[in-house]
């Protein structure tokens, strides 16, 4: 069965740096779009960035474009958000979601919290 | 960017009733519009794809319909378990793939 699971959140600093992971298996990874939406405590979904299968098309929300890097190994089944110049705005859960052909986010992980905050 | 507006942000219902949430996107969408429940401390879960095909294992009382702007998810006789916050989402053509902001559907 589809497993998709976070590590790498906890607390920063603002201005500091984080690396998100999601660890997947169960189906080609490789063969999958695949996305990062968070969501801040008590708020809404928020779409953040988006990887094409092959990891040659990456798309970005405007508040994290310029400081986020999406990036994904086909080699080890990984998913990563690279998170620079964090703010406390970017405060939030973070799921990786693995796409559907129609972009739908057909299935997420438990999700890792970052927290920003001095 | 195309915005998403859901309407209505609470609804209030009882066990049994029929309910009907709408997402109206701010340019024409196809039928790229899908349907999430999230529960609290819970990662959503997709409900609906492409405005109206229901996944595997949802029950069959959850519906969506519409294409271009509008759409609606309904759901009939509501159940406890389906008290919970659902949020539309577009993914119309390239990112971004916004989301509707939430509708809470709470037990009245």
């Known amino acids: 069965q589809v497993q998709l699971v976070e590590s790498g959140g906890g607390l920063v600093k603002p201005g500091g740096s984080l690396r998100l992971s999601c660890a997947a298996s169960?189906?080609?990874?490789?063969?999958?779009?695949m996305s990062w939406i968070r969501q801040a405590p008590g708020k809404g979904l928020e779409w953040v960035s988006y990887?094409?299968?092959?990891?040659?098309?990456?798309y970005y929300a405007d508040s994290v474009k310029g400081r986020f890097t999406i990036s994904k190994d086909n080699a080890k089944n990984s998913l990563y958000l690279h998170m620079n110049s964090l703010r406390a705005e970017d405060t939030a859960v973070y799921y990786c979601?693995?796409?559907?052909?129609?972009?739908?986010?057909?299935?997420w992980g438990q999700g890792t919290l970052v927290t920003v905050s001095s | 960017d195309i915005q998403m507006t859901q309407s209505p942000s609470s609804l209030s219902a009882s066990i049994g009733d029929r309910v009907t949430i709408t997402c109206r996107a701010s340019?024409?969408?196809?039928?790229?519009l899908h349907w999430y429940q999230q529960k609290p401390g819970k990662a959503p879960n997709l409900l609906i794809s492409?405005?109206?095909s229901l996944q595997s294992g949802v029950p069959s009382r959850f519906s969506g319909s519409g294409s271009g702007t509008d759409f609606t998810l309904a759901i009939s006789n509501l159940q406890p378990e389906d008290f919970a916050t659902y949020y539309c989402?577009?993914?119309?053509?390239?990112?971004?793939?916004?989301f509707g902001q939430g509708t809470k559907l709470e037990i009245k």
């Open positions: 990887i094409s299968s092959s990891g040659s098309s990456k």
């Open positions: 169960g189906f080609t990874f490789s063969d999958h779009y």
């Open positions: 989402q577009q993914t119309y053509r390239t990112p971004p793939y916004t």
């Open positions: 340019q024409s969408i196809d039928i790229f």
């Open positions: 979601t693995r796409d559907g052909n129609d972009s739908s986010m057909k299935y």
């Open positions: 492409a405005a109206s």
